[in-house]
């Protein structure tokens, strides 16, 4: 289970260890928090503005189910509404009702009723930080690790199903300082322009602290299946920006991995790992 923010994250991070599972005859399950109504128009080729929430939510619906379609994976929304990424200093209030404003246990509700129907051993999610300061990536995490604590608990959540513990919580490192640095650099010896060269300089200047990586999957040959579900989205991503900015064929030479940090493990495993379901032998999870 990949439990992600908005749609389009999905697609750009764990997508191609996703679409390699899923393939594998692994059930794999995409969770959306939030519709990403709030999101902004980033391809400047869409053609048009769209201003309504709703009309948003409906396309961006519609681009959802192409991008699982093209991973091969099912998909479930959690129901909530973008919070939008406030911007300005101060910032200003975030929007009444908004998904990062939820309390945590209404908001891990849902999400805990899926994971004993749906029963994962591993569940990925965000950092603590979000992976990048957005409100509605913080409370993914939040929500993610609440339900992979509570869900296998018969005394919690006890109007949401029946116990289901999941034995492994990873955190996505698909935006670790040492890709962009190396494929940064990568570029350059290859005499290209590099996408990264403002990002290495501002993440750098924050000091961005680099996490743990424990877990590296083999992924490249489901790059094609990412890109596919990367275009699908196509009030978000500019098919001729950045995340197409690389040659899929440097890509693959420097960087044909997608890496994780094991946050907790209810198995015994030994790091580094090559895979996700390391330690487990397909008989645990049900909860006493």
Known sequence: ????????????????????????????????????ERGSILNPSYGRDITDLDEMRQVRTVEMAEAAQALGVQHRWLGFVDSGLPEGDPLPPLPPGCFALVPLEEAAAPLVELVRDFRPHVITTYDPTGGYPHPDHIMTHRVAKEAFHAAGDSDRYRDRGQPWEPLKLYYNHDFSMNRIRSMHQAMLDAGLESPFGDWVESRAAREIPEREVTTRIACSDYFDARDGALRAHA?????????????????????????????ESRVATTTPEDDLFAGITGNEGLSA
């Open 1 to 36: 289970m990949a439990v992600h923010a908005h749609p389009d994250d999905e697609s750009s991070k764990g997508a191609a260890t996703t679409a390699r599972y899923s393939a594998e005859g692994v059930e794999v399950l995409v969770v959306s928090c939030t519709g990403g």
């Open 235 to 263: 009030t978000q991503i500019d098919p001729d920006g950045f995340f197409f900015a690389i040659p899929r064929d440097l890509e693959i030479e420097m960087w044909p991995v997608e890496e994780y940090e094991l946050a």
